[in-house]
């Protein structure tokens, strides 16, 4: 039997993920032992897992280097690779919204005379110029992007928010919602073929674990 491979984004995801697919029946011990080692193996049920950076998740998916990815939506929005998002894993949820400093820039929100910094230019171009009809300027940057706003760099951020708590601390609110986020599946499209009744499967056992989950709630 072929390998089905797994690319995981590294961080606030991959433990959560591993815990889902372990609850399937698809773990990997060799993955828990501390070691320097990238790619993991479990023999028994012919898988293997990897950890990548949260936006080389959806590039190995679309190469089919990994069978099948657990990303954020907000990955897959920003990179706009060839592959089936298949299902809602309804965890790790957040969502997109804009933040500043809300007595400085509320009148000012759909002027064209708007800065924004953030890390995700493609969905800051479609909410802007697609959505809004707005042509703001954006600033991309790569982390810490509350900073943006509180030293003069930018009006407003186009981020990320989870609890709000960097938000707070900075001194910065939510001053529009953009979409909302949580773990995504993705599958290659030559592996949803060639490998149709593993990955199948796969996605029948977490819809079951999903929906009662979402019962038990
Ligand atoms: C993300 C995001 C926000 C923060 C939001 O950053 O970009 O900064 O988390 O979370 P909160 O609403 O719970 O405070 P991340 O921790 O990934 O680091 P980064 O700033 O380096 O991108």
Do not use: W
Request: include cysteine; charged fraction near 30%.
């Amino acid at each position: 039997m072929e390998y089905l491979t797994f690319a995981l984004a590294k961080g606030r995801l991959a433990e959560k993920a591993m815990e889902l697919l372990e609850e399937i029946g698809i773990g990997c011990d060799e993955m828990k032992e501390d070691s320097r080692k990238l790619l993991f193996t479990n023999e028994d049920i012919k898988c293997r897992f990897f950890l990548a950076k949260a936006q080389d998740v959806p590039t190995y998916v679309e190469y089919g280097a990994a069978d099948i990815g657990i990303v954020g939506r907000d990955t897959l929005l920003e990179e706009h690779r060839n592959l089936y998002q298949v299902m809602d894993l309804k965890f790790g949820k957040c969502r997109f919204a804009v933040a500043g400093r809300a007595d400085e820039v509320t009148d000012r929100l759909n002027s064209n005379d708007l800065r924004v910094a953030t890390k995700y230019l493609n969905v800051a171009k479609d909410y802007y110029f697609n959505k809004k009809r707005q042509t703001v300027e954006l600033i991309k940057l790569n982390g810490s992007v509350e900073l943006a706003p509180v030293v003069g760099l930018s009006d407003v951020i186009l981020d990320i928010v989870e609890t709000g708590s960097t938000l707070e601390a900075n001194g910065l609110k939510v001053l529009e919602e953009v979409c909302p986020l949580s773990a995504r599946l993705a599958v290659n499209r030559v592996s949803m073929k060639l490998k149709y009744d593993r990955i199948s499967e796969i996605i029948r056992g977490l819809k079951e674990l999903c929906s009662s989950d979402d019962q038990n709630r």
